[in-house]
């Protein structure tokens, strides 16, 4: 079987996620999720919640425009950040929908990036909340390993341009 892909996620994205969804529990709530790639995996620096009125107890759709605006809004404190996927939460303990991983499909195939972007499901269980990700790998949604991380460091003195690809990833490859 095909190992897991991993999803790097700082600590402070996670919570970002955990409490909205619990502060907008029983609705569902959501957002995008920005960070960085280290040698092509994605490590999520930052969740950004974004507030809609399309939203209830299942259901939650980002404006159109919001992606956009909420990353650039991001950029502008670090320029090495880009997009990385989108996230909602589920006030039950159940993974992504049908819905859901049709537009995980959607916005792998008919805009492509590098890498494909993550989906998480944030979905509450007895005791808190569990984050449930998945990204499209050749062709399949796989379900992703979640690995917490510190923050993203301090950005070098220069050539900022390049240094997304260059930044070493935050454990070793090794590990399992
Ligand atoms: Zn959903």
Redo the contacts with the bound molecule.
């Keep these: 079987m095909m190992r897991p892909p991993r999803l790097w996620t700082t600590e402070t994205a996670e919570t970002t996620m955990t409490e909205a969804a619990a502060r907008a529990h029983p609705d569902?709530t959501g957002g995008i999720m920005v960070g960085v790639l280290t040698n092509g995996h994605p490590w999520v620096i930052v969740a950004v919640e974004i507030s809609t009125p399309e939203r209830g107890r299942?259901?939650?759709r980002i404006p159109a425009d919001a992606t956009r605006t909420a990353v650039l809004r991001v950029r502008e404190r670090d320029d090495r950040l880009g997009y990385l996927g989108d996230w909602?939460s589920?006030p039950r303990n159940v993974g992504?929908?049908s819905?859901?991983l049709a537009s995980l499909a959607r916005i792998s195939f008919t805009s492509p990036r590098v890498p494909n972007p993550t989906q998480i499901?944030v979905r509450r269980t007895g005791d808190g909340y569990d984050l449930d990700a998945r990204r499209i790998v050749t062709y399949r949604p796989r379900t992703c390993r979640i690995e917490l991380t510190g923050p993203l460091p301090p950005a070098p003195p220069t050539d900022a341009a390049s240094s997304n690809y260059r930044l070493r990833p935050p454990t070793s490859e090794g590990a399992s």
């Design positions: 569902e299942t259901h939650y909602h589920h992504p929908s819905i859901d499901v």
